[in-house]
């Protein structure tokens, strides 16, 4: 992590700092993202994402620390780094009385390089809409609009922050679409999100942060089997058999009783199941809703940072 | 370059759709100058002349008779140094000169004769046009008949008008350079409105993300502004002479620098409203806060000679007095309030200083 970027790192960040006042904003942050890989920065409001993400972007200078896209010094080099990067900020900015069409061709006059309109509104399915004026979207169509934007210069490396904060599961779903499509594109991409199962979906690398600070990242699998070897067999509590036994089970660990259901944790997932199984057949009954779980990214968050994401 | 046309254009749209903006800065000061203008010229249907018989004959009496009967006017007799003295005093409107020799003019053209023609001069003041129009005219048609009367057909008689700058504005040619330099001043500090939207709805920073330099969003502001204080200028001064027939004698070129550096300045101090409100709803306070003063004690709706001395002290500092000064000076030949390079030089100063303070203070984010 530390010392000079690696050659194919097409973000590096090091060891950066961002004060506001006495609140440590981001508090000596560092990682790179790899050329075409999805990047996410998981954490809560205020864990210091988004101020990360504009720092690399150009918009806040840090207070100390390395940034470095695309091979360039973001101190020096913003302009050049601006031409082939596509932003997306949080809150869509937009002017409320131009149309689709007018923005998007708005936006390619500032670059040097540009995507036709037409090949915008397709990919972003807005061409329904593109003589309606940008206060009359939905949050939906807003939201695919400032995605599009970001895409206005066929940029080499995308920011997205909280794409989908807002969204309905079905508008979701359709932007995960067009950011794997992106990435099949070979375009790099650094994401915020602090929903899971975004991040899940999503991300081929994942920094967690809180408080500012990074702590802890990796891939999803790296994430978990980190801290978490273990995996829980869930099944239904009605007519399962004695603790005792249970307890006694191959590989089992600890058991665990939750409202409808018992989870036993266990390092061996195969010799736990047969010998359930064993357990009920001789009983003459079956385990109802058996099921698999390991850790989530969820219990990754509770394990760093003694608190759920969920907000 | 291709990107500060697109970006001025998206301005220029924005503006043009939002009906409101396009209401307060257009529609109002023409709504304004018409609405006033009617008020202020409404009171001049009776013109005191003044009327100067260098003649003494009976052809001249006749000649006054025929006015005094056929036309909305009153005279008063007198030399042309006691008119000249009433009229710059304002009270008399016009003069009318009846030159030595009507009556032999008149003799010679009953004897079968050709004289010369001999020449009516009508002295009226362009500062005051509507008047000096109106007079013009009557004094003309009063003219016509008593040639037709006394010739038949030659002219014998012929009007000469000939200006008087008495340093009085009547109300309606005062009125259309002051709501123009009323019209740019809104125009101006009402700049800071879009640009805190634009700022609170992160417009300006999205732009920020992109290459785009600052300079060309600046300049796209800027050019707008220009583009509708341009607009404003043409309606105001078209509307100003074919409804209320005040004539516009001035400079073209030196009338358009003044609306230039006005529609500068004042969007200058509209960047520095925008620099000290935060939000939307500050930058109206602060809005309302500077153009109400400025509009009421910078000689615009009545001369600052009116006001008691310490608000006269307050007027000198006022950017608007010089701009409306400045446009009364070129448009209408007012009396200077300061002389015309002192006008410029105080707008250039505001220019300058509120520039800086905006470079300074300005935030994008």
Redo the contacts between chains.
């Keep these: 992590m530390l010392g000079r970027p690696a050659q194919d790192a097409v973000i590096a960040v090091d060891d950066v700092y961002k004060s506001y006042g006495d609140v440590k904003a981001v508090d000596g942050v560092s990682f790179q993202v790899a050329k075409g890989e999805i990047f996410g920065l998981l954490g809560p409001n205020g864990a210091g994402k988004t101020t990360t993400m504009e720092m690399i972007e150009g918009l806040h200078a840090p207070d100390s620390g390395e940034l470095h896209v695309l091979g360039m010094d973001v101190r020096h080099s913003a302009t050049a780094i601006k031409n082939r990067i596509g932003v997306q900020l949080q809150t869509a900015a937009l002017y409320p009385q131009l149309t689709v069409t007018e923005l998007l061709a708005l936006f390619g006059t500032f670059y040097a390089r540009r995507q036709p309109v037409e090949q915008l509104l397709d990919d972003l399915e807005l061409g329904e809409k593109r003589n309606a004026q940008t206060k009359n979207l939905s949050g939906g169509q807003r939201q695919r609009l400032s995605v599009a934007l970001a895409l206005v210069n066929d940029p080499e490396v995308v920011f997205l922050d909280e794409p989908t904060t807002g969204l309905d599961p079905a508008a979701r779903q359709g932007l995960w679409t067009v950011v794997r499509r992106l990435k099949d594109q070979g375009r790099t991409i650094l994401m915020t999100t602090h929903y899971m199962e975004e991040a899940e979906a999503l991300c081929d690398r994942l920094a967690i942060m809180d408080h500012g600070k990074v702590l802890d990242s990796g891939t999803v699998d790296e994430l978990i089997g980190r801290r978490f070897h273990e995996r829980g067999v869930h099944f239904g509590r009605a007519g399962a058999p004695e603790a005792a036994k249970l307890e006694a089970l191959p590989a089992v660990s600890r058991v665990v009783y939750e409202q409808d259901e018992v989870v036993l944790f266990t390092s061996d997932v195969p010799v736990t199941i047969a010998g359930l199984l064993d357990l009920t057949n001789r009983a003459g009954t079956e385990p109802a809703n058996l099921m698999i779980r390991r850790a989530s990214l969820e219990d990754v968050f509770l394990e760093l940072t003694g608190r759920a994401l969920r907000d | 370059m291709?990107?500060l046309?697109?970006?001025s254009l998206?301005n220029l749209?924005?503006f043009v759709?939002?009906r409101a903006a396009l209401f307060w800065t257009l529609a109002f000061p023409i709504v304004f100058v018409i609405l006033f203008g009617t008020i202020f010229s409404g009171s001049g249907a009776q013109y005191e002349l003044g009327w100067v018989d260098q003649d003494g004959s009976a052809a001249s009496a006749a000649l006054r008779a025929a006015f005094v009967a056929n036309a909305p006017v009153e005279l008063t007799d007198g030399t042309f140094e006691e008119s000249k003295a009433r009229m710059q005093k304002g009270d008399v409107d016009g003069i009318l000169v009846i030159p030595k020799g009507l009556q032999a003019v008149i003799d010679a053209a009953q004897g079968g004769q050709h004289p010369d023609p001999i020449q009516v001069s009508v002295v009226t003041d362009p500062s005051r046009s509507n008047t000096a129009l109106a007079i013009q005219q009557i004094a003309t048609g009063l003219v016509m008949g008593a040639n037709l009367q006394l010739s038949g057909a030659a002219a014998l008689l012929t009007v000469a008008p000939e200006s008087l700058q008495t340093g009085q504005l009547n109300s309606v040619s005062f009125f259309v350079p002051s709501i123009l330099a009323m019209a740019l001043m809104q125009l101006g500090v009402f700049a800071s409105i879009p640009l805190v939207q634009q700022r609170e709805?992160?417009?300006l920073?999205?732009?920020?993300?992109?290459?785009?330099?600052r300079w060309a969003l600046v300049g796209s502001n800027v050019a707008v502004r220009l583009i509708i204080a341009a607009v404003q200028t043409a309606l105001i001064v078209g509307i100003g002479i074919t409804v209320l027939g005040v004539q516009i004698p001035g400079n073209p070129l030196l009338i358009a620098a003044f609306v230039l550096l006005g529609a500068l300045t004042f969007t200058s101090i509209g960047y520095v409203i925008a620099s000290f409100a935060r939000t939307e709803e500050a930058a109206n306070g602060i809005t309302s806060v500077v153009q109400f003063p400025l509009m009421f004690l910078s000689g615009i709706f009545f001369p600052i000679e009116v006001l008691p001395s310490w608000l006269k002290t307050v007027a000198t500092f006022m950017p608007l007095t010089y701009l409306g000064d400045a446009l009364r000076q070129t448009m209408v030949g007012g009396a200077p309030f300061v002389p015309l390079w002192v006008d410029g030089a105080v707008l250039g100063g505001w220019l300058v200083v509120t520039l800086g303070v905006s470079a300074r203070f300005f935030r994008w984010?």
Excluded at chain 2, 205 to 213: E, G, H, I, Q
């Design positions: 291709r990107a046309r697109a970006l998206a749209k924005s759709r939002d709805k992160l417009i920073k999205r732009l920020n993300a992109t290459p785009l330099p984010q």
